[in-house]
């Protein structure tokens, strides 16, 4: 049997649908027109699927989380989201436009898992934050106002005291907060993180989400891959559970009263509460039921 899509387990069946399409758009401010959506979507770097069967919806002002073992194809799907593969099957779109023809970087905003190139990297915050602005000014220079709006995203992320500071000297919790802020310059619309906390001290992990759950309150739409179980279920407002299929798509709550961690991860997993925390999400995978 195949896995259920969705939310379409007897849990959340009769909830889900309405709960994630029609609230999270009357949230977003009664906008029906969907950041993201893939339909029926399959692909496979050989003969062999990696994700199939993916049909989603992600609305303006929502915060998703995707979670999924190891191997689940968590980081092939935001590829596809985000244009950098194309569909084998289905299709992926992405502000409307087909996922891979879509050029308006500016109204994205990606946060990787080390940041790892800019460990590397002579040069401040400042300069990280101002790049930002490029897609808006093009080969011109920083106008005053680009320069309020570099300095108003270091103030949102907590880093205008080290605005000086070479990102080489960072932690990595500053790092990645830099890198939200070089978004939030560049004015993006859909904010997409990819296991942002890895090596991030357990302290800055609070603080951190706490940035993002005041960025989606104002508006900021959040798409995070997370391993971390207990800061998922303690921040993001809807789960995609992945490996390879959707095993529930849905509110969290909901996500935490079913059985859809246990089927997906094929182990007896569990949720660890507080950010920093989880269990049962490093294994490689179970089989489908």
């Known amino acids: 049997m195949s896995a259920l899509r969705n939310g379409e387990s007897a849990e959340s069946a009769e909830s889900t649908d309405a709960g994630v399409s029609d609230d ?32 989603l919806r992600i609305d303006p002002g929502e915060y998703v989380a995707i979670v999924g073992p190891n ?44 940041a790892s190139a800019s460990k590397e990297m002579p040069i401040t915050v400042r300069e990280v934050v101002k790049m930002g602005r490029f897609p808006h000014v093009g080969f011109g220079r920083l106008s005053a106002e680009d320069h309020r709006i570099v300095d108003e995203a270091l103030a949102t992320v907590g880093m205008s005291d080290f605005a000086d500071r070479r990102v080489t000297k960072l932690s990595g919790g500053q790092r990645q907060r830099a890198f939200i802020a070089r978004a939030l310059a560049g004015e993006a619309d859909l ?42 279920t303690d921040h993001a407002r809807r789960v995609v559970c992945l490996n390879r299929e959707v095993y529930f798509d849905g509110p969290t709550d909901e996500f935490v009263d079913s059985d859809a961690l246990a089927r997906a991860f094929g182990t007896a997993a569990s949720f660890a509460g507080g950010s920093g925390s989880s269990s049962g999400t490093g294994g490689s995978g179970g089989g489908r039921p």
Do not use: C, W
């Open 71 to 114: 191997g689940s194809g968590k980081s092939t799907l935001m590829k596809l989201i985000l244009g950098l593969l194309r569909p084998d099957e289905g299709a992926a779109r992405l502000f409307g436009e087909p996922a891979h023809a879509f050029d308006d970087g500016a109204r994205i905003g990606y946060v990787a898992q080390h």
């Open 191 to 232: 904010l997409v993180l990819d296991e942002p906390t890895v090596g991030v001290d357990a302290e800055s992990v609070d603080a951190f989400y706490d940035l993002l759950e005041s960025l989606n309150e104002e508006g900021i739409t959040i798409l995070l891959i997370e391993h971390d179980l207990g800061a998922v």
């Open 24 to 55: 999270a758009s009357r949230d977003a401010g009664g906008s029906s027109d969907p950041l993201v959506e893939l339909a029926d979507v399959e692909f496979g770097y050989t003969a062999t699927p990696v994700v199939e069967d993916i049909s």
